[in-house]
C-alpha cells in the first residue's frame, strides 16, 4: 500500500508520510508492506523508488529509468534488507507519447517492456509498475485505447501472462540472487538457489543442466 504518488509536492513529505505509516501499523490488525515513493525511512515496510530522475527524493532512479540491467542490480544491492519496487508507471510506449524530449523514446516499446520485466527478476526481484493509463485518466490525449500510446497489445499480454506463469508457485525464491558468472562464453544472466531451470522466450538458453536449481539465460544475438 502506498501513500500517494507525486509526494514531493507536500510541502512535509517525508515526515507526513512516516506519521501516516506508523499511524496505519499501529491502527491495522495485522502488518501491511507500506510505503511512500522516493522516501526512505525504517517506518516503510519496502523501498519505493520514483522514475524520473533530478527530484530532491531520496530513493530515485535515471532520468526515465531504470535505464539497464545493472541499474536494477545495483538499487538492489544497496537495499538489500527490504523488498523494493519502481513504483512509476512504465506503461506501454510512454516515453513515444512524452510531451518533452526523452533520449530513448522507444524505451517501454513492447520488447523494451518484456525486456523490463526480465531484467527486473533476473537482478533478484525488484517489484514493477507495467499498467496502462484509463480511458477515465486521458479520454481524448495519446494514451486512449486506440491511440498511440493505448492499452497493450494482445502480444505483449500474453508476454506478460507468460512471465508470470513461469515464475508463479515460488520458482522465484528469497534465497535468489544474481550469479551472472556461472554464464560463460555470452552476456547473460543467472539467479542461484533452489529454483527450476528455465529461460525468457525469446533468449538463448544456458547449457547449465536442468536440474542444477539455477535459473539461467543468454541474451539472444
Known amino acids: 500500500m502506498n501513500f500517494g504518488f507525486d509526494t514531493i509536492e507536500m510541502p512535509h513529505a517525508e515526515a507526513d508520510t512516516v506519521w501516516w505509516t506508523d499511524e496505519m501499523n499501529r491502527r491495522m490488525?495485522?502488518?501491511?508492506?507500506?510505503?511512500?515513493?522516493?522516501?526512505?525511512?525504517?517506518?516503510?515496510?519496502?523501498?519505493?523508488?520514483?522514475?524520473?530522475?533530478?527530484?530532491?527524493?531520496?530513493?530515485?532512479?535515471?532520468?526515465?529509468?531504470?535505464?539497464?540491467?545493472?541499474?536494477?542490480?545495483?538499487?538492489?544491492?544497496?537495499?538489500?534488507?527490504?523488498?523494493?519496487?519502481?513504483?512509476?508507471r512504465h506503461t506501454y510506449n510512454r516515453w513515444k507519447c512524452w510531451p518533452g524530449r526523452v533520449p530513448d523514446p522507444n524505451r517501454l516499446d513492447e520488447t523494451g517492456c518484456r525486456r523490463l520485466a526480465w531484467w527486473e527478476t533476473m537482478a533478484g526481484g525488484m517489484d514493477g509498475f507495467f499498467r496502462h493509463f484509463s480511458e477515465r485518466f486521458n479520454r481524448y490525449g495519446p494514451f486512449r485505447p486506440g491511440g498511440p500510446c493505448g492499452y497493450h497489445p494482445?502480444?505483449?499480454?500474453?508476454?506478460?501472462?507468460?512471465?508470470?506463469?513461469?515464475?508463479?508457485?515460488?520458482?522465484?525464491?528469497?534465497?535468489?540472487?544474481?550469479?551472472?558468472?556461472?554464464?560463460?562464453?555470452?552476456?547473460?544472466?543467472?539467479?542461484?538457489?533452489?529454483?527450476?531451470?528455465?529461460?525468457?522466450?525469446?533468449?538463448?538458453?544456458?547449457?547449465?543442466?536442468?536440474?542444477?536449481?539455477?535459473?539461467?539465460?543468454?541474451?539472444?544475438?
Do not use: Q
Request: include cysteine; charged fraction near 25%; glycine fraction near 14%.
Open 154 to 221: 494482445d502480444s505483449l499480454k500474453r508476454a506478460f501472462r507468460t512471465h508470470r506463469h513461469f515464475w508463479a508457485g515460488g520458482r522465484l525464491k528469497l534465497s535468489m540472487a544474481p550469479e551472472n558468472n556461472r554464464v560463460r562464453g555470452a552476456r547473460g544472466y543467472c539467479l542461484n538457489g533452489r529454483a527450476p531451470f528455465g529461460v525468457r522466450i525469446g533468449i538463448v538458453p544456458s547449457r547449465e543442466k536442468p536440474d542444477n536449481g539455477n535459473c539461467c539465460g543468454l541474451l539472444a544475438p
Open 29 to 88: 490488525g495485522w502488518p501491511h508492506i507500506l510505503t511512500s515513493r522516493g522516501w526512505e525511512d525504517d517506518s516503510f515496510g519496502a523501498n519505493s523508488y520514483a522514475g524520473f530522475g533530478g527530484n530532491p527524493y531520496e530513493l530515485e532512479t535515471s532520468d526515465k529509468g531504470p535505464a539497464d540491467y545493472d541499474e536494477i542490480r545495483r538499487h538492489m544491492e544497496i537495499h538489500g534488507d527490504k523488498p523494493s519496487i519502481y513504483e512509476e
